[in-house]
């Protein structure tokens, strides 16, 4: 079965400094890996996502994540965070063997930014 | 374009009590799935549908059953609430080419449950 740990529950890093959350992830074949990003009430907003290639993926908001096949690891990094970054982060693998389309959720890394 | 749209925002039931929560995808998206975001918890996955077909499912109850309708807007019905069915109920939908682009999630529903 596939499951997701995200090891950090709460981060608190300083505006302006860097920013690296982790994802761990289980799965039996080359897994579709996604981050998303959900502010307090809100859906989640996808930030980025992996399926093959260029282990290193650009996403929206200055976002990248690097894929690492031989640690099973998918950490989501921010060269300067910003206060508007302040949210929960969720990392997500994607099921395409059963063809069902569900994706499995970490439990999430809340981010708080100091001034 | 609208997004993913979900009705009502919130409500309160009690136990006991029947819920049906509704779900409208972005234009031109034919899957819908629904999770399940319980406090302090990432999103568990429940249903999806492509086409008005059920194509899959998660380890939830019987309770939970889901519909998808000919314009491709869902429905999904819980019945006899518990307390632990309280929770933001996540909706979201993929466009054809499915997983690959991810999924837009709606704001969703928040139920409590009393």
């Known amino acids: 079965a596939q499951s997701v740990t995200q090891p950090d529950i709460h981060i608190t890093v300083s505006e302006g400094a860097s920013l690296e959350l982790r994802c761990n992830y289980s799965?039996?074949?080359?897994?579709?890996l996604f981050w998303y990003v959900q502010s307090p009430g809100q859906g989640l907003q996808l930030l980025l996502k992996?399926?093959?290639?260029?282990?290193l993926v650009q996403g929206i908001k200055g976002f990248e994540a690097e894929f690492k096949r031989s640690q099973s690891s998918f950490n989501l990094r921010k060269p300067s965070v910003h206060w508007s970054d302040a949210a929960e982060y969720f990392c997500?693998?994607?099921?395409?063997?059963?063809?069902?389309?569900?994706?499995?959720f970490g439990d999430g890394t809340t981010l708080t930014v100091k001034p | 374009d609208a997004g993913v749209t979900q009705s009502p925002t919130h409500l309160i039931k009690t136990r006991g009590q029947q819920v049906t929560l509704r779900c409208s995808p972005i234009?031109?998206?034919?899957?819908v799935s629904w999770y399940q975001q319980v406090l302090g918890q990432g999103p568990q996955f429940i249903f999806q549908?492509?086409?008005?077909?059920?194509?899959g499912r998660g380890n939830f109850p019987d309770r939970f059953s889901a519909r998808q309708f000919p314009n491709y807007s869902s429905e999904l019905n819980v019945n006899a609430l518990l307390l632990g069915d309280s929770a933001l109920y996540l909706c979201?939908?993929?466009?054809?080419?499915?997983?690959?682009?991810?999924?837009?999630f709606g704001s969703g529903t928040r139920l409590t449950v009393v």
């Open positions: 979201a939908s993929s466009s054809p080419t499915g997983l690959r682009d991810g999924y837009t």
């Open positions: 799965y039996g074949a080359t897994p579709y």
């Open positions: 992996y399926f093959s290639g260029d282990t």
């Open positions: 997500a693998v994607g099921d395409l063997n059963t063809n069902a389309g569900k994706s499995t």
């Open positions: 234009s031109g998206h034919k899957s």
């Open positions: 549908y492509y086409e008005k077909e059920e194509r």
